[in-house]
């Protein structure tokens, strides 16, 4: 696609149109899937039916919620040195994750009979949550781009992190969660190695899936797909986890109607470190590491951006202080606004990427 594309030119489409297009592909593939694994889409146990639940209560509840954070004045505060398009994204309301991912949850967790797998992961979204929604708090009260600390927030990440690790150590056999399945049957055993791996997991999701937000519905329909994907993949071996998968995805599209371009409303990192955080925690109980690794291409890729950049940067420095860049700016996305796409364009773009490694890891997680 040439990089000097106008907004009016290639992908000719509104956020409303885009968001549509993903909804209904998204519901086409939960009937394919459940098709292929003998499952009725009416049935509780399918992932159609808590998908279009959740996308159904958290489009709604979202209609009572962003106004009440507009009238908290609870306005995202713009980075200066970002795109200048976004500026007048400011005051645009911020921490739409307090009603969506709480949607999810308690859908999952009723419907799967408080399944204990399902309350873990649950726990661990929440907490997740909690950390992005003190970094909103602290942005919003200071208003200033700038929330906790990171050495702050990444230690909190990492505390909660550890905690999850021991609840798997205390309540998981020791060879089975130490085991990396991989393609074509093979499977590499860590042993303890297994417990710092699954830090990093975590970790290293919560924050990609958080870079990854910075665009009109970019980070909620990306996610969106990967967890539809993740939650077929680990059918088999859960059923509650796959309903907690479902219902995060239908969420995070319910959540789109009022994140879609322009956007009315924003996740924060309450809703960004929360939603990679489930990614990775459903992942490491159902052995999925694999899978989740090419599933989640997108934030990968995003978070390859920017530490290429930074490491280029700090290559090139030259004598007054000051090096070359990569990029025009980091992450990927906001480089190819800057070379003339717009965001819409993007989203289409990544929104279909996303789909291709989606299908691609839930059938590599299946050889």
């Known amino acids: 696609m040439d990089a000097k594309l106008s907004p009016d030119q290639g992908l000719n489409i509104t956020g409303i149109g885009l968001v549509s297009c993903l909804g209904v592909g998204l519901g086409i ?35 009572w ?19 200048q398009a976004h500026l007048k994204k400011a005051g645009t309301p ?9 949607v999810a949850l308690f859908v999952a967790c009723v419907w799967s009979n408080f399944a204990v797998d399902v309350l873990a992961v649950s726990a661990l979204t929440l907490s997740y ?12 009260r200071r208003k ?3 929330g906790i600390s990171p050495p702050m927030k990444l230690g909190l990440q990492v505390g909660f992190a550890a905690l999850f690790c021991l609840w798997l150590l205390a309540t998981k056999d020791f060879s089975n969660i130490t085991s990396i399945s991989l393609p074509f049957g093979l499977s590499l055993s860590l042993g303890v190695l297994f417990f710092p791996l699954a830090g990093f997991v975590l970790v290293a999701e919560s924050n990609a899936t958080n870079l990854t937000d910075g665009i009109d519905g970019l980070a909620g329909g990306t996610v969106a797909i990967a967890m539809l994907a993740l939650g077929a993949l680990v059918a088999p071996e859960s059923t509650g986890l796959m309903i907690f998968c479902a219902s995060v995805s239908g969420s995070c599209l319910g959540f ?18 929360a939603l990679g955080g489930a990614l990775a925690a459903v992942a490491l109980l159902t052995n999925s590491l694999a899978a989740l690794f090419i599933l989640s291409g997108i934030f990968f890729i995003e978070t390859l951006s920017v530490m290429a950049q930074v490491s280029y940067y ?20 906001h480089h190819l606004e800057l070379s003339g796409w717009s965001e819409l364009q993007v989203v289409a773009v990544f929104y279909a990427v996303g789909a291709i490694l989606a299908i691609a890891g839930y059938f590599l997680g299946k050889i």
């Open 29 to 63: 593939a939960g009937l394919i899937l459940d098709g292929m694994a003998n499952r009725m889409p009416w049935q509780a146990d399918s992932l159609t039916l808590p998908f279009l639940l959740c996308a159904l209560i958290s489009g709604t509840v979202g209609y």
């Open 65 to 83: 919620v962003v106004p009440w954070l507009q009238a908290l004045k609870a306005g995202q505060v713009i980075r200066e040195d970002g795109p």
């Open 94 to 102: 911020t921490m739409g994750g307090i009603f969506f991912i709480p």
């Open 129 to 140: 949550g909690f950390i992005g929604w003190i970094d909103d708090w602290q942005i919003l």
């Open 144 to 146: 200033s781009n700038k």
């Open 256 to 273: 789109l109607a009022h994140n879609r371009n322009p956007a009315r409303v924003f996740m924060g990192d309450t809703g960004s470190l």
């Open 314 to 333: 700090k290559a090139t420095k030259g004598p007054d202080g000051k090096g070359k860049r990569l990029f025009k700016m980091a992450p990927l996305h």
